[in-house]
């Protein structure tokens, strides 16, 4: 009974589903919109000779999925929470938006815990990876105003950076924690300090939704830490869904990341800036140009070769134009620069990756999609990873390194060095 709700309402909410990500083609496509969740890929699956030619060139030591998000609610002391509006009926398109991701994450309604059942579903899926592989948890501060205080009703979902660090902690043979902090705090330098001193291998920030100016002259400090510890900072870039908080698009230009570029910091722009427009600030009356030229203008500028990356998190999702697609693997002097990440939970959000849409791209081969759908069903993880390593642009495809991303956070294992010893104005 249960189940069968589970199933009407995900069908029934298909049209709003299309709303919270982008507009979808044909969002009626029920077998697209609920995630099956089954459990461990079965042993046939698993010597399918696709999946066994994964791991021939890759080193799973060195596989470090570099966007992975915690959620949660608070009921197991997690300190997680999310908008109220995603629990009230009369905010149908916030309702929607907890379910479509809860479900994605296979964390059904009725469950005990919400903590305890994201957790434990993440768990599980990076048990079918071999031992090395690991993801980085990241934390999600609230957004804030101008003046520095928290603004709760802009606030999609918060994730504190205790919870992230302990679940690391407890866990470290899978997993490494990123930091999440408002640079408009009061207490930011202190909290940035705190997270250095706890292990945190990144920051993250998603200026759009949390309210963050990248020029601000405030940002300043906060930039020169972050240069002298090596702190790799992680931004969002381009049109934002998910997580409209603060609603501020404008923040999410990729020109922008010329300011913490400017102060030495090493910047990963979180999915290469692949979705949505954005104003090209160098032309003397702007105009918005798709956001991933932006970011290609910026890959390309030699003052930032050895600074800025980009994550391939969500890139192949159905919602990116092909060029996209093509450019990225196309582009192979990129690709040292380039990093793995899942974005999860949206991998299992059913409507957002339509194979079909990569076959008509010529980026897949009809006959690998079968495969592919199945693993996902079981573990989308896991799928995620096959996708990027199957697809194919001219005979091209996405190098190892692209998925070796261990060795752009071991800096992190060197102590940093003194405030001001950078080198950087």
């Not at 101008?146 to 205790?162: C, I, K, L, N, S």
């Not at 990341?257 to 104003?279: M, Y």
């Not at 582009?331 to 076959?359: A, K, T």
Request: proline share 8%; net charge positive.
């Amino acid at each position: 009974m249960q189940q069968t709700r589970r199933q009407h309402l995900l069908c029934c909410g298909a049209a709003a589903i299309a709303g919270l990500f982008t507009s979808l083609a044909d969002p009626a496509q029920a077998a697209y919109l609920r995630n099956p969740c089954r459990g461990s890929l079965p042993a046939a699956l698993r010597r399918h000779p696709l999946l066994q030619e994964l791991w021939q060139d890759l080193d799973p030591a060195q596989l470090w999925d570099v966007h992975c998000h915690l959620l949660g609610n608070g009921d197991a002391d997690s300190g997680c929470r999310i908008h109220p509006a995603m629990h009230q009926w009369w905010h149908p398109v916030e309702s929607l938006r907890r379910r479509v991701i809860m479900d994605g994450a296979c964390v059904a309604p009725e469950v005990p815990s919400v903590d305890r059942a994201y957790l434990q579903r993440l768990q599980a899926l990076t048990a079918d990876f071999p031992e090395g592989a690991r993801w980085l948890l990241y934390a999600f501060d609230e957004a804030h105003t101008e003046q520095g205080r928290a603004e709760p009703d802009w606030t999609t979902f918060h994730v504190p950076d205790r919870y992230a660090r302990e679940v690391a902690e407890r866990t470290p043979q899978r997993f490494a924690w990123v930091a999440s902090i408002h640079p408009y705090r009061e207490d930011a330098l202190a909290r940035l300090d705190a997270a250095i001193a706890g292990g945190a291998v990144a920051l993250k920030w998603l200026p759009s939704s949390m309210n963050i100016d990248l020029r601000d002259a405030r940002l300043r400090p906060f930039y020169a830490r972050l240069a002298a510890a090596r702190l790799p900072l992680i931004v969002h870039c381009g049109e934002e869904k998910a997580v409209p908080g603060a609603g501020r698009e404008d923040l999410g230009n990729p020109l922008l990341l010329r300011a913490p570029l400017a102060q030495g910091v090493r910047v990963i722009a979180a999915h290469c800036a692949s979705l949505g427009d954005a104003l090209d600030l160098d032309m003397s009356r702007p105009r918005l140009v798709p956001a991933f030229s932006l970011f290609a203008r910026l890959m390309d500028e030699p003052a930032w070769e050895a600074l800025l990356l980009g994550d391939v998190s969500a890139l192949f999702q159905f919602n990116r134009r092909p060029e996209v697609w093509r450019s990225v693997l196309a582009r192979q002097d990129w690709h040292g620069r380039l990093l793995h990440g899942s974005d999860y939970p949206l991998p299992g959000v059913g409507p957002l990756y339509r194979l079909g849409g990569l076959v008509r791209a010529g980026l897949l081969d009809e006959a690998q999609r079968p495969l592919l759908e199945q693993v996902r069903e079981h573990n989308p993880l896991l799928f995620d990873l096959l996708l990027k390593k199957t697809l194919r642009w001219q005979g091209r495809g996405l190098r190892a390194e692209v998925f070796h991303t261990r060795r752009h956070f071991v800096h992190r294992l060197i102590p940093p060095v003194a405030p001001g010893a950078t080198g950087n104005k």
